[in-house]
Structures are given as C-alpha cells and as structure tokens.
C-alpha cells in the first residue's frame, strides 16, 4: 500500500486539480487517527475555500466524515425507513425554535425525527441552545440515549456528539478560526454528514436569505440550495430545499427561554405568529409527503392541523424532553422551569403608523449584547433575557404602544439596547403587502 502524505492532497487542492474520492476519504481519515495537525486542516480547507470543489469532491467530503463515527442504526427499531426524516435549517434570527415546532408536529403524524443540531453563534441562535434552556436535557447524550429518545417520542434534537460526525467538528473548529466558515463545499459537506450519520432516509432544509440570515441575496441562498441538492443526490439522499425570506425576524422571540414559550404556545394553539405558522405548515407539509404519509400538501396540512387540534403535537414535545432528561412538567408549568428575567419592560414605538421594515440583523446584534446570544463560541447564553411580542412588517402601530417586550439583566442592559431595536424598526404611513415566507423551492426529484 503507497504512503500517504496530506501535503500532496493539499498541494493538489492548491493547484486547482481534482482529488480523488479516495484521497479525500484518506485525508479525513488522517484526521480522526491523529496522523493531519491542525495546521494542514487549516490548509486543507482554505485551499478549498478558495478553489472550490466539484460536487463529487463535496460527496466524497460528506460521506467520509459521516463515516467518522457511528452511523445510526434504525432496524428494530419499528420505523419504516421512508419516514425517517430530517429537518434542518441554514439559521436565522429567531428561526431555531422552528424545528422544536416542526419535529413533534411530525412524529404526532408518524414521522421519525432524529436531529443533530448546533449552538448559535453571531445574530442568529440554535437549536441546541433552546434544548439546553430546559433542565436536564442531555444535548450530546450516547448514541443509544439518541436512538431510544427517538423511538420513544419520536423525535429527538441533540447537539454534535463525540461519536456521530467527529471529524465535522474538528474541521469546524478549524474553519470558524481560519475565515474559511463562508465556503458553499465545506458548509454543504458539514450539513449533509450529520443528517447522514443520524441514518435519516430524507432531508427537508430551509435555505434562509436576508438580513436575518447568513445568505444576504435570494440568489445566493439559491446558490448553497443548489450545492446541497447535487451532493445529497450523489449520496443517495432525498432532499427538499424551501428558500425563505428572513429580512425580519422568524416569530416574536428572541432568546432561549422566550422562544421556549412561544414553542408551547405554538404547540397548545394559544398563539401562532403568521409568518412562523406559514414555514411550519409548509415544512411540515414536504416532510409528510417525503415520508409516504401523505398523498398531497393539501393533504399533509389536513393532517398536521388534526394533530394540533387533538394535543398529540404538544404531547410529543413534552416526550421528548422528557426522554432526554428534561423536567416531565415543563409544559404544565413552565413558570417552574423558566424564571423570568428581572427587568420586563416594554419598548415604546416613537411614532403611529405602519411598520415597513424589521431589520432583523440589528435586532440580533442588540439581542447579542444583552446576552441572548453570542460574540463568539466560548459564550455563554443568558438564558432569561431577550425579547417577546414583536412586531413585523404590515402591522399597525401606535406611539407609545410597544414595539416589543424587552426582557433584560438590568435597567442598564435594557438603555443599551432600546435605541438600537428602535431604529431597526421603520414605520411609515402606508402600509406595505406581507411579503411570502418561502419564494423558492428546490429538490432532488427535480
């Protein structure tokens, strides 16, 4: 057998040439055993940043870090392979609790939800976070702990784990300090490895664009969508791809605790923000029909709204947290489990009319210095603050009414923020069209 040297694979990259896929499946290899230093990973990935790869090359990346660690195994577990699905998102601000709605909405339905998530990181925050607000959760538990939650609720929203993806995080942590985050191969091969090792038969994944999100044009959120599409269908995965507009923040929350509680309003049917209910509705939808269990869209919402209506939904959400460690309670009281923050306050609006804009960028970087979320990865999240009650684009709005409900540390936090929210927010006398949620769809199948 020849030798293999990582600095060749990397000098090819260098050069612009092809690597083989056994070359690719060797250097990610040479990752887990030790053999490639952080320093010919930070090389790796910055030569393919900066030239690319092909979609096979992304294939060969993605299905050699799957194969890192475990990969898991669904048999006996009495789930039909077609209805094991993933959700997933490119983030946003405010669109994590999305998938804490959408995963025990779609195991009431009969749908089994295994997900690998992650922390939040910059304006936008992560399902890992809302997961970890909740007391006892195990966000990187065994790989059985994952499984048996799953089969036990039905879904089940972890964090990378040691054992599922390894060599994703290595390569991570590598990229997030040598600005090779951004590459459209790197950002496809890390998404696309985790749904693979969770041994999911399909991927619904919406592709965020706007201020909210880290794609800033529709065009290169169509860009990503169209990476991810071609390397799932080499892998043999199917896919679905929703391109969603989040120039304002996804529902009326932002931060750990808040977003919690929108969760169970959600669920409980006592409060559904129009924006967030249409990418809920439609998600849910394309996973339905992707796993057999319905015939049509119309006929998966028919579905999903019965399983609203009769609190099955909810009831899996209160399973899942309780397979997972969390308080067997949490939904019956969450005041027990979710202190409020000490400074509750409204936030005056300046002026009467019609909100125009909600830039959803600046809202998160106000919410980033109040502690929702973070500067960089080492944060730690203040749980308890943020905010509730936004408003969004069409509504009216009177002086002096709030804008929104600030949920701070101190009075202090709450000064130091207020003006920055305020002037993300633009009101008008004419009232703008809602825009739509989701203005592009993408797919294996196409």
């Known amino acids: 057998m020849s030798t293999f040297l990582p600095a060749q694979v990397i000098r090819a990259k260098r050069n612009r040439e092809i690597l083989s896929n056994d070359d690719i499946r060797r250097f990610v290899e040479g990752i887990g055993a030790g053999e490639i230093s952080e320093a010919q990973i930070g090389a790796f990935t910055m030569a393919c940043f900066l030239n690319g790869m092909t979609p096979r090359e992304t294939a060969a990346l993605t299905l050699a870090m799957r194969d890192s660690g475990d990969v898991v195994d669904w048999s006996g577990s009495g ?20 998938s804490l709605i959408v995963a025990p909405l779609v195991a009431a339905c009969g749908v089994a939800m295994p997900m690998i998530s992650a922390r939040g990181l910059g ?16 966000i990187a ?12 609720a039905g879904s089940a929203i972890i964090g990378p784990t040691p054992r599922l993806a390894p060599a994703d995080a290595a390569i991570y942590y590598i990229r997030d300090v040598t600005a090779t985050v951004e590459s459209i191969p790197l950002i496809t091969a890390s998404i696309l490895s985790k749904k693979l090792a969770a041994g999911v038969s399909g991927l619904v994944m919406s592709v965020n664009y706007g201020s909210g999100a ?15 599409i071609a390397v799932a269908r080499i892998a043999g995965l199917p896919m679905v791809a929703p391109i969603v507009e989040m120039d304002e923040i996804m529902g009326d929350a ?8 929108e969760v169970i309003d959600f669920l409980s049917r006592v409060r559904q923000e129009s924006r967030i209910r249409a990418l809920v509705m439609d998600i849910s939808a394309e996973i339905l029909v992707m796993a057999g269990l319905a015939t049509s869209k119309d006929r998966a919402l028919d579905l999903v709204e019965a399983r609203l209506a009769d609190g099955s939904a909810l009831d899996r959400f209160q399973r899942m947290v309780t397979a997972l460690g969390g308080p067997v309670d949490l939904v019956a009281n969450p005041d ?10 409204p936030l005056p609006s300046p002026t009467t009319g019609f909100v125009q804009k909600v830039d959803a960028y ?19 999240l203040d749980q308890d603050v943020g905010l509730a009650g ?22 202090a936090d709450f000064d130091s923020v207020a003006s920055a929210i305020t002037a993300a927010i633009s009101i008008g006398s004419a009232k703008p069209d809602r825009r739509p949620v989701v203005t592009g769809r993408l797919s294996t199948q196409d």
């Open 123 to 138: 304006h936008t925050g992560g399902e890992v976070d809302l997961m970890e607000a909740m007391p006892g959760v195990a």
């Open 390 to 411: 936004m408003v969004h684009i069409g509504d009216e709005i009177v002086e002096g009414n709030p804008l929104c409900i600030l949920h701070c540390r101190s009075q």
């Open 336 to 345: 027990v489990h979710f202190p409020p923050a000490p400074v509750i306050a």
């Open 362 to 380: 600046a809202v998160g970087i106000a919410m980033v210095r109040l502690g929702a979320g973070r500067k960089v990865a080492s944060d730690l």
């Open 254 to 261: 932002i931060g750990s605790r808040l977003q919690l509680r």
């Open 79 to 98: 789930f039909a392979p077609e209805t094991i699905i993933e959700k997933h998102s490119t983030g946003g601000t405010g669109d994590e609790n999305l």
């Open 214 to 228: 880290f794609m800033p044009t529709y065009a290169e959120a169509q860009e990503l969508a169209k990476s991810l």
């Open 141 to 152: 538990p065994s790989t059985e702990m994952f499984r048996q939650a799953v089969i036990s």
